[in-house]
């Protein structure tokens, strides 16, 4: 399999507490995305972080990338019961023409 | 703009018929995707298109057909349902590949 893998499946925090979810990916990349997913609905693209970039903000969310270690993450800051979804990486994968492929996910619930 | 748009929402088959899931955008976007969604199994690729007239396979494509005769539209088609069919469909677009990509609302397939 090309996908990525999210790592943990699964995380349970509070609100107000921080969220961080990991990326790891098997081949060399353009740039890497993350993608939320609320239950029973479509995608919605959050950030695109390129390969010459190592940090990328965007509101309460901050995705680093290193490319040596074929890795990423994802921090949540100040989390909300409304971030509670799955999270989603994703890259482009030479072996399909560059499409993007998916990783498993990783799934927050956040807790009033 | 209504962003990318699929039907039907649901559809329930019985195995061996074959149907059509539609999918449009009007953004103008040049890439095309259909990925499937399974449990555990994150998002995977169908089929690709790049450009009107120019289809590619992805990391599931057996089973399923294609075809992109305009830039707005990119329909996939099921040749014979079979259970493991079983899935919800998402349509997504973006300006090029390997950018940000743009999903709709997702099909639920249940074949019978």
């Known amino acids: 399999s090309q996908q990525g893998e999210e790592d943990p499946q699964a995380l349970s925090i509070q609100e107000g507490e921080n969220a961080t979810m990991n990326c790891s990916y098997k081949?060399?990349?353009?740039?890497l995305q993350w993608y939320r997913q609320n239950s029973g609905r479509g995608l919605v693209h959050l950030i695109l972080?390129?390969?010459?970039?190592r940090e990328k903000h965007s509101g309460r969310l901050r995705v680093t990338l290193d490319t040596s270690k074929k890795s990423s993450s994802l921090l949540i800051t100040a989390s909300r019961a409304a971030d509670t979804a799955s999270y989603f990486c994703?890259?482009?994968?030479?072996?399909?023409?560059?499409?993007?492929?998916f990783g498993k996910g990783t799934s927050l619930l956040v807790t009033p | 703009n209504a962003g990318v748009t699929q039907t039907p929402k649901f559809q329930v088959l019985k195995t061996g018929q074959s149907m059509t899931l539609q999918c449009a955008q009007d953004?103008?976007?040049?890439?095309m995707s259909w990925y499937r969604q399974d449990p555990g199994m994150g998002l995977r690729l169908i089929h690709y298109?790049?450009?009107?007239?120019?289809?590619d396979q992805g990391e599931v494509p057996n089973g399923y057909n294609v075809s992109r005769s305009t830039t707005e539209d990119f329909p996939l088609r099921l040749l014979s349902a079979a259970p493991s069919q079983t899935s919800v469909y998402f349509c997504?677009?973006?300006?090029?590949?390997?950018?940000?990509?743009?999903f709709g609302s997702g099909t639920q397939l249940s074949v019978l």
């Open positions: 997504a677009s973006s300006i090029r590949r390997n950018e940000k990509l743009f």
């Open positions: 081949t060399s990349i353009n740039n």
């Open positions: 972080i390129r390969s010459n970039e």
């Open positions: 994703a890259y482009a994968n030479s072996n399909s023409g560059y499409a993007l492929n």
């Open positions: 953004m103008n976007h040049e890439y």
């Open positions: 298109s790049v450009g009107a007239g120019i289809t």
